[in-house]
């Protein structure tokens, strides 16, 4: 079985480094909504491993529920194109939302899936990404708990996937440009 750290360009964030930021995010949203009714989507696949560690580290009564949504597919570039897979089943009238995305890019996705929340009846909608690429955005897009800027690049690991491969890395890096080119 190949090793997947040798497709590894660069690590940009270490674990302890990911574990330290989870923290951080965690408790900035355990004191925004103190005495609110909580609900946390994880945007699947790439968020599954962020949102288990963060929801972890929220002090707080909440609800989980879940999102699977594609603009990739098995590209590098997204298509602009939202595919609801799988969606929640939580009622969202009079829930404060928090959506959890492993990485903004473009911010197409985040912007459909803020509109949807709101035109479903949630109290409020904001969104907490790990990792925010700015250089590639389209759509505005307002991130309320941002974990790390990261450059123009491939990234990959921590639950972030290349083709379904690397979500097992427990840190974020850079893939090689050969492997996807």
């Given at each position: 079985?190949?090793?997947?750290?040798?497709?590894?360009?660069?690590?940009?964030?270490?674990?302890?480094?990911l574990?330290?930021?989870?923290?951080?995010l965690?408790?900035a949203?355990t004191?925004?909504?103190q005495?609110?009714?909580?609900?946390?989507?994880?945007?699947?696949k790439?968020?599954?491993?962020?949102?288990?560690?963060?929801v972890?580290?929220?002090?707080?009564?909440?609800?989980?529920?879940y999102m699977?949504?594609?603009?990739?597919?098995n590209?590098?570039?997204?298509?602009?194109?939202l595919?609801?897979?799988?969606?929640?089943?939580?009622?969202?009238?009079?829930?404060h939302?928090?959506?959890?995305?492993?990485?903004?890019?473009?911010g197409?996705t985040?912007?459909?899936?803020?509109a949807?929340?709101?035109?479903r009846?949630?109290?409020?909608?904001?969104i907490c990404?790990?990792?925010d690429?700015?250089?590639?955005?389209?759509?505005p897009?307002?991130?309320?708990?941002?974990?790390f800027?990261?450059?123009?690049?491939?990234?990959i690991?921590?639950?972030?996937d290349?083709?379904?491969?690397y979500?097992n890395?427990?840190f974020?890096?850079?893939?090689k440009?050969?492997?996807?080119?």
């Amino acid at each position: 079985m190949k090793k997947l750290t040798e497709d590894i360009e660069t690590v940009l964030f270490s674990r302890e480094q990911l574990a330290e930021k989870v923290r951080e995010l965690g408790q900035a949203i355990t004191d925004d909504y103190q005495d609110k009714e909580l609900l946390v989507i994880g945007v699947l696949k790439g968020a599954g491993v962020f949102m288990s560690d963060l929801v972890r580290e929220i002090d707080g009564d909440l609800r989980t529920d879940y999102m699977v949504v594609s603009s990739y597919g098995n590209e590098t570039v997204s298509s602009g194109k939202l595919r609801i897979i799988k969606d929640v089943q939580q009622d969202m009238k009079g829930w404060h939302v928090l959506l959890v995305e492993d990485i903004v890019d473009t911010g197409n996705t985040l912007s459909a899936l803020k509109a949807i929340m709101e035109e479903r009846g949630a109290e409020s909608v904001r969104i907490c990404a790990l990792l925010d690429k700015p250089s590639r955005r389209v759509k505005p897009v307002e991130v309320s708990y941002r974990g790390f800027e990261v450059p123009d690049e491939f990234i990959i690991g921590y639950g972030i996937d290349y083709a379904e491969k690397y979500r097992n890395l427990p840190f974020i890096g850079v893939l090689k440009r050969e492997i996807y080119e």
